[in-house]
């Protein structure tokens, strides 16, 4: 039982460039979230997923677009990077929306754009 | 709006006692939690209380929430060097939207 993995875990990518991160979870779970953690800052949530085939937007979901195509991999696509997306992504999954229910967070994905 | 604050900074000694503290604005949540990070890792879900309770305990984490003041702290007892993480709060809301503090940076003094 992996729990929540990320590929890759560090990048570099130049302004203008496209990339896309993949969450996979193998719990089973419902729901998918896909956050950013930039210094000093709490967690900001960009898209989520209640089921597969479903996405809803975030706190800041500008700039990005996610795909749940499988129940287990969630995509977060960045179309054209630009610096201000530099930042470190966690994707994170729970068995439903419950407030009781845990979010399991992967180890994150460290993205540089230059 | 919503807004979740905490200091970024805590120093404690071995085998003392840690508080962490952070306040909310709207107090319309659910639950709140708290989580814990460390290096290189994501976040662990530590514990949480329902919004109309005041404290809840779970062997050395003890959380106090205080509604009027809009208040949450977490006390870790005879904090160990394990410890050393940085802890977020966070409010969720019927909506199921949830913010999280900055973050608090708890370092461990030998």
């Known amino acids: 039982n992996a729990g929540v993995t990320q590929t890759p875990k560090f990048r570099v990518l130049k302004t203008g460039q496209s990339m896309t991160l993949l969450c996979a979870q193998d719990?089973?779970?419902?729901?998918m979230y896909w956050y950013r953690q930039d210094p000093g800052m709490g967690l900001r949530l960009i898209h989520y997923?209640?089921?597969?085939?479903?996405?809803a937007k975030g706190e800041v979901p500008d700039g990005y677009n996610v795909s749940r195509l499988k129940k287990q991999n969630f995509l977060l696509g960045l179309e054209s990077a630009a610096p201000s997306q530099t930042s470190v992504y966690f994707c994170?999954?729970?068995?439903?929306?419950?407030?009781?229910?845990?979010?399991?967070f992967g180890p994150g994905t460290r993205l540089t754009v230059l | 709006g919503e807004d979740v604050e905490q200091s970024l900074f805590l120093s404690v000694r071995e085998g003392d006692s840690s508080v962490i503290n952070c306040t909310y604005t709207?107090?319309?949540?659910?639950?709140l939690y708290w989580y814990k990070q460390e290096p290189g890792a994501g976040l662990q879900l530590l514990t949480y209380?329902?919004?109309?309770?005041d404290m809840k305990q779970d062997q050395r984490l003890t959380v106090l929430l205080n509604k009027k003041d809009k208040h949450l702290s977490l006390r870790i007892a005879d904090t160990q060097t394990g410890d050393s993480a940085i802890y977020f709060c966070?409010?969720?809301?019927?909506?199921?939207?949830?913010?999280f503090g900055k973050g608090t940076r708890l370092h461990i003094l030998p």
């Open positions: 994170a999954s729970s068995y439903q929306g419950r407030n009781t229910d845990t979010q399991y």
């Open positions: 719990m089973n779970h419902e729901y």
């Open positions: 997923s209640v089921g597969e085939g479903t996405t």
């Open positions: 709207d107090s319309s949540s659910t639950y």
């Open positions: 209380i329902f919004s109309n309770m």
């Open positions: 966070a409010e969720r809301f019927f909506h199921d939207k949830i913010i």
